[in-house]
């Protein structure tokens, strides 16, 4: 009683100071474009609930291919306010109480939940949820979500949905923003799924059918989307996800025995946000330099390049944008820069942290690091 009283009276502070539209400003929302007195304001009603940035968790030491779809990981349906968005991986986790059910996470969870379930490698994990956490984080409570429900308390919220980003176009089951919702699933582009395994995998999702489907859903952004982007790091995420369900969707799979994918098992996690029954993760690390050989690979064969459209049908290929890993680092780096204008001395310092703890989850000393807050 005593404590919700206190909530209340924190969350009427911004109205006091002249700032109603962050009454209820959540703490898993990011901080990006206010100012430093409204940061100062919204940071009151976290109650001092603000951890600010953490090291990386340690990898998981034992990364057989075992059951995850287990007795204490059950599904549950989804509550009401529990948040999902564009990531079947991590919807499916949230579900399975991998991560919290409700979809509010801090990057340890997120990067310790994705080897528990998948055996998706600790240097990747770290470098993806950083790439995420560093446009969509609250870099204070050290929250985001993994998605976002339109609004929370009258707060647009945005998690991983925000677009233009790591969300982006040609996705394989979720509309191009352009085009209608980025974050549910659609059962018009799932179909694209059905139709490459039938045309070169005999029904099943071999890595042929994965480079065909991520063709179709290229040629089909470009023919119907004016404004299609499909640049760093749009690019390389589309083409790493089309590797991700080949690498992490198919259960009990080993490094060199690749068993082809079935569609029912890639709709359990895309459409319910389920583990198929009796899902193993794969046995061993998915992690550099396997990660990038298969993006890679599927980058050749399916000739994709880095662009954009101008108008339908006129897709120009931007010989600038490199298409690398590191690229994606140092583009994300100066984003976020750009996103924090006028930050508190606090926010700021938290920032610059996890900047550098994303340059280290990178891996790659050859890969120039960028200070735009300093060193
Ligand atoms: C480590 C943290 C992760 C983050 C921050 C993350 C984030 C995202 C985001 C923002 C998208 C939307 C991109 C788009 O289609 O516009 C996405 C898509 C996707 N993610 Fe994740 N993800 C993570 C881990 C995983 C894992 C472990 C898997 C699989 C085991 C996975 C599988 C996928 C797939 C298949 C898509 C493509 C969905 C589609 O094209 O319809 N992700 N992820
Ligand atoms: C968003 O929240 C509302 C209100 O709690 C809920 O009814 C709705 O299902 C949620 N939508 C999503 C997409 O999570
Ligand atoms: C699914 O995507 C198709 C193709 O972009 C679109 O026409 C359709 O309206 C979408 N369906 C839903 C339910 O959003
Ligand atoms: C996609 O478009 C490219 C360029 O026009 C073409 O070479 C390729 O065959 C197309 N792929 C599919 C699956 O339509
Ligand atoms: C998983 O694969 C290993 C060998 O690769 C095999 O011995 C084991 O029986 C498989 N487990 C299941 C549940 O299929
Ligand atoms: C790289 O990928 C190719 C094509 O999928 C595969 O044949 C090769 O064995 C891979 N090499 C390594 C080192 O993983
Ligand atoms: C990042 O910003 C710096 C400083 O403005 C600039 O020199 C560099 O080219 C930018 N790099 C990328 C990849 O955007």
């Keep these: 009683m005593k404590s919700q009283i206190i909530a209340t009276l924190a969350a009427l502070i911004p109205y006091a100071l002249g700032f109603p539209h962050l009454a209820n400003f959540p703490e898993y929302r990011s901080l990006a474009g206010l100012s430093q007195e409204e940061v100062r304001a919204v940071t009151r009603q976290f109650g001092g609930n603000m951890p600010g940035p953490q090291p990386l968790p340690p990898p998981i030491t034992d990364t057989s291919g075992k059951l995850v779809n287990d007795a204490a990981h059950p599904f549950k349906p989804l509550r009401p306010n529990d948040i999902?968005?564009?990531?079947?991986?991590?919807?499916?986790?949230?579900?399975?109480?991998?991560?919290p059910r409700n979809g509010v996470v801090t990057p340890a969870q997120i990067i310790t939940a994705v080897q528990e379930g998948y055996n998706l490698g600790h240097q990747f994990a770290s470098f993806l949820c950083y790439t995420a956490f560093l446009t969509d984080g609250n870099h204070l409570t050290n929250l985001m979500t993994i998605g976002a429900n339109t609004t929370t308390h009258g707060q647009p919220t945005t998690g991983l949905n925000t677009h233009g980003h790591f969300e982006g176009d040609a996705s394989m089951s979720r509309d191009d923003a352009f085009l209608g919702n980025n974050f549910n699933f659609?059962?018009?582009?799932?179909?694209?799924?059905?139709?490459?395994?039938?045309?070169v995998g005999g029904g099943l999702l071999t890595f042929d059918a994965i480079v065909l489907n991520r063709q179709i859903r290229i040629n089909d952004s470009i023919a119907r989307n004016p404004q299609f982007a499909f640049e760093t790091p749009r690019f390389l995420g589309a083409i790493a996800e089309s590797a991700f369900i080949f690498a992490m969707f198919v259960s009990n799979q080993?490094?060199?025995?690749q068993t082809p994918l079935t569609i029912d098992a890639v709709r359990h996690f895309f459409d319910f946000h389920q583990l198929p029954d009796g899902f193993h993760r794969r046995q061993g690390p998915f992690d550099f330099p396997l990660v990038e050989n298969l993006t890679f690979s599927i980058v050749d064969m399916a000739g994709a390049k880095p662009g954009s459209n101008n108008g339908v049908n006129n897709y120009i290929v931007n010989p600038?944008?490199?298409?690398?890993?590191?690229?994606?680092?140092?583009?994300?780096?100066?984003?976020?820069a750009t996103l924090y204008p006028d930050p508190t001395p606090e926010l700021r310092a938290a920032i610059k942290?996890?900047?550098?703890?994303?340059?280290?989850?990178?891996?790659?000393?050859?890969?120039?690091q960028y200070f735009p807050f300093g060193q």
Excluded: W
Excluded at 320 to 336: A, H, I, M, P, W
């Design 320 to 336: 600038q944008d490199l298409g690398t890993f590191c690229y994606v680092y140092q583009k994300q780096v100066n984003f976020t």
């Design 254 to 257: 080993t490094v060199d025995n």
């Design 353 to 368: 942290q996890n900047m550098l703890t994303y340059y280290q989850a990178l891996g790659d000393s050859t890969c120039t």
């Design 84 to 99: 999902r968005g564009p990531c079947p991986g991590l919807n499916t986790l949230a579900s399975h109480g991998y991560i």
């Design 186 to 199: 659609n059962e018009t582009l799932f179909d694209a799924f059905q139709v490459a395994a039938d045309a």
